[in-house]
């Protein structure tokens, strides 16, 4: 008799036990996507302030800078949004689950700049060279709508300086779609 009424309670205490590690699972995951997204802030401020002054260019930091977006995007980024879009915690809009096809596809073209931004370091190890640099009246693709470079060669044809536009405009098409000011 006193094992059939612990039963039900060892139930109960189980499904609580359950219910608060998905609880903080979902706690832990925006945690760690506001890591991310911190870590990648950095890394662009990085890369912009090697822009501003071309002296500052350590060619191993922008690598490591673009590697620590580049580790941080593409199917990690999607991943991190896979839950926890309710959290009162998190500032992602509840768009991302309806519109997972389109914020996968601008965390994967935000990894292919940081990639492309990666391979421009390791080909230019010394200084800041003139062809990283946008030049003037030089054509821009992107914009606020997320039009993107539409291949590896074509992204491997563009200057740096470019590239980092491309994926800050990137940047600032998902947030202005899929982030909200909670």
């Known amino acids: 008799m006193i094992v059939s009424k612990m039963v039900p309670l060892f139930s109960l205490v189980a499904l ?20 991310d997204m911190q870590a990648m802030a950095t890394a662009a401020k990085t890369m912009a302030g090697m822009f501003r002054d071309a002296g500052s260019y350590s060619s191993m930091e922008f690598e490591k800078a673009a590697a620590a977006i580049s580790a941080r995007s593409g ?5 991190h949004f896979a839950h926890g879009l309710d959290d009162p915690g998190s500032k992602a809009s509840s768009e991302v689950g309806p519109e997972r096809e389109r914020f996968g596809a601008l965390a994967n073209d935000l990894r292919d700049y940081a990639r492309a931004l990666e391979a421009a370091a390791v080909e230019n190890p ?36 470019h590239i980092f536009h491309l994926m800050m405009q990137t940047c600032t098409t998902c947030h202005a779609r899929f982030r909200t000011s909670r």
């Open 75 to 79: 199917t990690v980024l999607a991943g």
């Open 16 to 35: 609580a036990a359950v219910l608060a590690s998905i609880a903080f699972a979902a706690q832990d995951l925006v945690a760690l996507r506001q890591a």
């Open 126 to 161: 010394g200084a800041m060279t003139e062809s990283m640099r946008m030049k003037p009246g030089e054509a821009m693709g992107g914009g606020p709508f997320g039009t993107h470079v539409q291949s590896k060669a074509q992204l491997a044809s563009i200057p740096a300086e």
